[in-house]
């Protein structure tokens, strides 16, 4: 299953708890529920069935001289196809100075020009 499918089949709290935690990169539990203006046992649901999910990541912390979480995004698949133009990739991967008058550049939109879809 996707994550688009798996967010589809998400509560509204969930969605919400899914919502601030990639808005803010990252949050600890015993925020993240007071943020969302709900109990502390139901962020805490929120927040496993999320990692549960796969959506979010869960790690242990001490924050304020307490026990939490600290819950981040997990990392999403990356669609490197974006950057492949049939069997090469973009010559900019890697560069700090981009010459759209490079041959590399050229052959690498000619290539894109021509890819069928």
Same mark, same amino acid.
């Given at each position: 299953?996707?994550?688009?499918?798996?967010?589809? +089949?998400?509560?509204? !709290?969930?969605?919400?708890?899914?919502?601030?935690?990639?808005?803010?990169?990252?949050? *600890?539990?015993? !925020?993240?529920?007071? #943020?969302?203006? /709900?109990?502390?046992?139901?962020?805490?649901?929120?927040?496993?069935?999320?990692?549960?999910?796969?959506?979010?990541?869960?790690?242990?912390? /001490?924050?304020?001289? *307490?026990?939490?979480?600290?819950?981040?995004?997990?990392?999403? +698949?990356?669609? $490197?196809?974006?950057?492949?133009?049939? +069997?090469?990739?973009?010559? $900019?991967?890697? #560069?700090?100075? /981009?010459?759209?008058?490079?041959?590399? $550049?050229?052959?690498?939109?000619?290539?894109?020009?021509?890819? #069928?879809?």
């Amino acid at each position: 299953m996707s994550a688009s499918e798996i967010e589809s +089949d998400l509560s509204a !709290d969930e969605r919400a708890g899914l919502e601030l935690i990639r808005e803010t990169g990252g949050i *600890h539990q015993s !925020d993240f529920w007071k #943020e969302l203006d /709900v109990s502390s046992r139901k962020g805490s649901r929120i927040a496993e069935a999320l990692e549960e999910s796969g959506l979010i990541q869960r790690e242990d912390t /001490v924050y304020d001289g *307490h026990n939490t979480y600290y819950l981040e995004p997990a990392p999403r +698949d990356l669609d $490197f196809s974006l950057l492949m133009a049939d +069997d090469m990739l973009s010559p $900019f991967i890697g #560069e700090e100075e /981009v010459d759209a008058q490079a041959d590399a $550049f050229s052959q690498w939109m000619m290539n894109l020009a021509y890819e #069928e879809y």
